[in-house]
């Protein structure tokens, strides 16, 4: 699908979503939903109109019945494909792909449901879950004079930025608290599930990346905890993505990159018999971390799985291939599946081909 590709996911969001039997994919102004095994095009949907005279769908995601998307400006996806493009994505502070506007459709009549217009919002903040999407949103000035549709955190939490809750099915405002400057630089990430909202953020302190990690009642927005940690890479200005390691939750637990935390309470997790907290050991390559509901997955040098279950050791799925740059170990259907993610890289691994595990 022509338009449809993009770079730089750590500062973006997919393009597309799978749900039931269909593929849904951003392209230009509209999405389209195609027929999983088939390919055809069911249905497509057009984002709504907006203060500019062109637009692209941004964010990408359907739960509940509800098709959520972002309306960006042409340009704010990176979609070049260049060494100087994927090399720029590795600095420190990198501008973040923001929407303008976020709206939903009904999937199955197609209609509007609803739409907003009322700050920037990066796509890295979106998050939804019974029955509600959530999201930061700038109402800065400085960040919405901005001209393709790229920001800085500085400017985005400049001065009015909010962490708002809207109601899935009709758009309303459930509730909205401020989200203070300099709270995060690098990223903002926002996950949502079992009545929480966390939001993982990371800045440079002390020669080191932290990483601020900070939970909401998503019935409120009150705050429930807040915890930091510094990255277990030393130093600042890394280029292997010591910066923007995006959080998981995996059941009642929230790992952000090394730690794990209780998602209501935030205490630190006990991972072994003796009852001592743990984190994940400094490993060798890029990517971040995926998780089913017993397992964690990253990248140490080759593909990797850590049993959540007290007592295991992390464990090489093979070693004779690499996973992508970003997330592209998926735990999904009982299958761990492994995409091929590395061929554009000079790393030395010798089988640049997909797999598929099954449970034994």
């Given at each position: 699908?022509?338009?449809?590709?993009r770079?730089?996911?750590?500062?973006?969001?997919?393009?597309?979503?799978?749900?039931?039997?269909?593929?849904?994919?951003?392209?230009?102004?509209e999405?389209?939903?195609?027929?999983?095994?088939?390919?055809e095009?069911?249905?497509?949907?057009?984002?709504?109109?907006?203060?500019?005279?062109?637009?692209?769908w941004?964010?990408?995601?359907?739960?509940?019945?509800?098709?959520?998307?972002?309306?960006?400006?042409?340009?704010?996806?990176?979609?070049?494909?260049?060494r100087?493009?994927?090399?720029?994505?590795?600095?420190?502070?990198?501008?973040l792909?923001?929407?303008?506007?976020?709206f939903?459709?009904?999937?199955?009549?197609?209609?509007?449901a609803?739409?907003?217009?009322?700050?920037l919002?990066?796509?890295?903040?979106?998050?939804?879950?019974?029955?509600?999407?959530y999201?930061?949103?700038?109402?800065?000035?400085?960040?919405?004079?901005?001209?393709?549709?790229?920001?800085?955190?500085?400017?985005l939490?400049?001065?009015?930025?909010?962490?708002?809750?809207?109601?899935?099915?009709?758009?309303?405002?459930?509730?909205e608290?401020?989200?203070?400057?300099?709270t995060?630089?690098?990223?903002?990430?926002?996950?949502?599930t079992r009545?929480?909202?966390?939001?993982?953020?990371?800045n440079?302190?002390?020669?080191h990346?932290?990483?601020?990690?900070?939970?909401?009642?998503?019935?409120?927005?009150?705050?429930?905890?807040?915890?930091?940690?510094?990255?277990?890479?030393?130093?600042?200005?890394?280029d292997?993505?010591?910066?923007?390691?995006?959080?998981?939750?995996?059941g009642?637990?929230v790992?952000?990159?090394?730690?794990?935390?209780?998602?209501?309470?935030?205490?630190?997790?006990?991972?072994?018999?003796?009852g001592a907290?743990?984190?994940?050991?400094?490993?060798?390559g890029?990517?971040?971390?995926?998780?089913?509901?017993?397992?964690?997955?990253?990248?140490?040098?080759?593909?990797?799985?850590?049993?959540?279950?007290?007592?295991h050791?992390?464990?090489?799925?093979?070693?004779?291939?690499?996973?992508?740059?970003?997330?592209?170990?998926?735990?999904?259907?009982?299958?761990?599946?492994l995409?091929?993610?590395?061929?554009?890289?000079?790393?030395?691994?010798?089988?640049?081909t997909?797999?598929?595990?099954?449970?034994?």
């Amino acid at each position: 699908l022509a338009g449809s590709r993009r770079l730089g996911a750590p500062y973006d969001t997919s393009f597309m979503a799978a749900v039931g039997d269909r593929l849904y994919v951003a392209t230009g102004e509209e999405c389209r939903a195609l027929d999983a095994a088939t390919g055809e095009t069911v249905a497509t949907y057009t984002a709504p109109a907006g203060e500019e005279t062109e637009q692209r769908w941004g964010h990408v995601a359907v739960i509940d019945g509800r098709l959520i998307g972002t309306t960006q400006r042409p340009g704010a996806s990176r979609t070049r494909f260049s060494r100087e493009d994927v090399v720029e994505q590795y600095r420190e502070l990198r501008p973040l792909v923001t929407g303008d506007g976020i709206f939903a459709f009904d999937v199955e009549s197609g209609a509007l449901a609803w739409s907003r217009r009322a700050g920037l919002i990066p796509n890295t903040s979106i998050a939804a879950s019974e029955g509600s999407v959530y999201f930061l949103e700038s109402r800065s000035a400085a960040a919405r004079e901005n001209r393709d549709g790229r920001v800085t955190l500085d400017a985005l939490l400049e001065r009015d930025a909010h962490v708002v809750a809207l109601d899935l099915r009709n758009g309303a405002v459930r509730w909205e608290r401020p989200y203070p400057a300099g709270t995060t630089r690098h990223i903002l990430y926002t996950c949502a599930t079992r009545g929480t909202v966390v939001l993982v953020g990371s800045n440079n302190q002390s020669g080191h990346v932290w990483y601020h990690v900070e939970a909401l009642d998503a019935r409120d927005g009150t705050r429930l905890w807040k915890r930091d940690h510094a990255n277990n890479r030393p130093g600042i200005g890394g280029d292997h993505g010591e910066q923007v390691h995006h959080p998981v939750i995996a059941g009642t637990v929230v790992i952000a990159e090394p730690l794990a935390y209780d998602l209501r309470t935030g205490a630190r997790v006990d991972r072994d018999t003796a009852g001592a907290a743990w984190a994940i050991a400094r490993r060798s390559g890029c990517g971040t971390i995926s998780a089913s509901s017993t397992c964690l997955y990253y990248r140490d040098s080759n593909p990797t799985a850590l049993d959540l279950t007290p007592g295991h050791a992390p464990k090489k799925v093979t070693r004779v291939n690499r996973p992508g740059c970003w997330i592209s170990i998926i735990p999904a259907g009982g299958l761990l599946l492994l995409p091929e993610a590395s061929s554009g890289c000079v790393c030395g691994y010798p089988l640049q081909t997909s797999m598929a595990f099954g449970p034994r």
